[in-house]
């Protein structure tokens, strides 16, 4: 399967869109490997800039620790030059993007006037599930794959399946700073929601039992209802 069916089709921008926990990172993964285009994380951006010392990183490294969002002009410009770039004509995935309502304002406008139409995707979780998630989750600091101590927990303990390394916690995930992120999120993204309910192909899928792969299927399932043909492999 693939964003783009057809050379007279439309390339897409998928957004996932969710909470913090929701899964987003999980799906995102899982859906660049099968339709073949670049997942676009703004959260890995920012703190791959923080690793590097970058001057961008400079600037967003305390609010990254605090759990707020870092502003609207940074984050565009970023996702801007990003979607510039010739790997996503074909489609790409957004995660944790946008994320306030003039994000989603920017990235229409963007997306409008270069043809690219946009598929939302909200991955609805029940608050309760989502500390737990967090407080458990586990990242491999090379490849990115996310691990949950007590539901998907690594072959060897503390080990990446696929790379070996460690696994890490991030800065974020501490519970202070989680409270502080969903309060972000309430305040500043949710609102968000009802911009994309009423513009464009909005989805919403159940996703506080459900297995990533079931998930995934039914993600899959839509992206292909609406419009995206089954091509490459
Ligand atoms: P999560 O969705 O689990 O909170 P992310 O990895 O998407 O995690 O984001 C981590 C942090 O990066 C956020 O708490 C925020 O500080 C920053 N960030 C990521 N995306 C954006 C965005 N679109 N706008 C503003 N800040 C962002």
Redesign the pocket.
């Known amino acids: 399967m693939a964003l783009v069916g057809s050379a007279e089709e439309r390339s897409k921008a998928l957004v996932l869109f969710g909470?913090?926990?929701s899964g987003?990172?999980t799906q995102a993964k899982l859906l660049t490997q099968s339709l073949h285009v670049p997942h676009i994380?703004?959260?890995?951006m920012?703190?791959e800039h923080v690793r590097s010392g970058t001057p961008v990183g400079s600037k967003?490294r305390d609010?990254?620790k605090a759990?707020?969002?870092?502003?609207?002009d940074l984050?565009n410009e970023i996702?801007e030059e990003r979607i510039g770039r010739p790997d996503c004509s074909h489609g790409f995935i957004l995660?944790?993007?946008?994320?306030?309502l003039s994000?989603a304002q920017i990235l229409s406008g963007f997306l409008d006037s270069r043809n690219v139409c946009h598929l939302v995707v909200h991955l609805k979780v029940d608050p309760e599930k989502l500390v737990s998630r967090?407080t458990n989750r586990r990242q491999c600091p090379q490849c990115g794959t996310l691990y949950n101590v007590l539901l998907k927990p690594p072959i060897v303990s503390g080990r990446c399946d696929v790379e070996g390394a460690r696994l890490i916690i991030r800065d974020?995930d501490k519970e202070h700073v989680i409270r502080q992120?969903f309060d972000?999120?309430e305040r500043q993204t949710h609102p968000v929601l009802d911009y994309y309910r009423g513009n464009g192909k909005f989805f919403e899928v159940e996703a506080s039992d459900a297995s990533p792969d079931e998930i995934f299927s039914q993600i899959r399932k839509f992206i292909s209802s609406n419009g995206a043909g089954h091509s490459a492999p």
Do not use: C, E, F, M
């Open positions: 909470p913090p926990g987003k990172g994380s703004t959260g890995d920012l703190r967003v609010i990254l759990g707020q969002l870092v502003s609207d984050v996702v995660d944790g993007y946008p994320r306030t994000q967090l974020d992120r972000a999120y």
